[in-house]
């Protein structure tokens, strides 16, 4: 946890939203977008999570956080270049009762900066929604995060159901409750666990999952 990045958690907490913005494009100058939401973004938003739990702040003053890191989200995106498409796409969602939403706006935002076409889909989607729309866009890959370790049971249904379509997406399944659970459950053929937004990254430039090297073709 970098000071800066601590620096922002309080400035989304006290609802700055333009000195927030100021801090991020100031970033930006000598930062590319991906630094900007592995090393500042996300660790902030952890830091406000941690404190949510622990009791130090409370619920309202959690979602007044991620309003404002949603803004900055949307702000950095104006200022990114879009870049040719490859024919790719990917459909982005949070399971029925996941309401945190930044991680999978960031994962958006990583796919279309290495050309993908991306369907965002936002929290908390039931999955007969996500099973419909998922069958009318097919997409090549659906990706799902959980912030919490007890929504892992949801994200093992959903990843199940979508295995079963017929066109055989690749499944991605990330967030703050995979990066520090077992996921050796998870491990099946066209599902990666992705742990961070480095791995996503790597995977995306080399189809290659850091952990055991492991291909997912798509």
Known sequence: MTVQARELA???LAGEDEKAMDTVFEYLESHSHDELYHELLTPAMYLIGD???ENIISVADEHLATAICDFVVSAAELKRKPKNGIQRKVMVLGPEGEDHYIGLKMVSSLFKDHGWEVKYLGPNLP???ALAAAKRWRPDVIAMSAALVYRLPALKMYSDAFR???FKPAV???GRAVAGADISKFRTEKTLVVKDLPQLKNWLQTGKEVEDGSNLSI
Do not use: R, S, T, V
Request: proline share 0%.
């Open 51 to 53: 404190w949510w739990q």
């Open 164 to 166: 079963q379509l017929d």
């Open 172 to 174: 991605l399944i990330g």
């Open 10 to 12: 309080e400035l989304f």
């Open 127 to 129: 999955l007969d929604a």
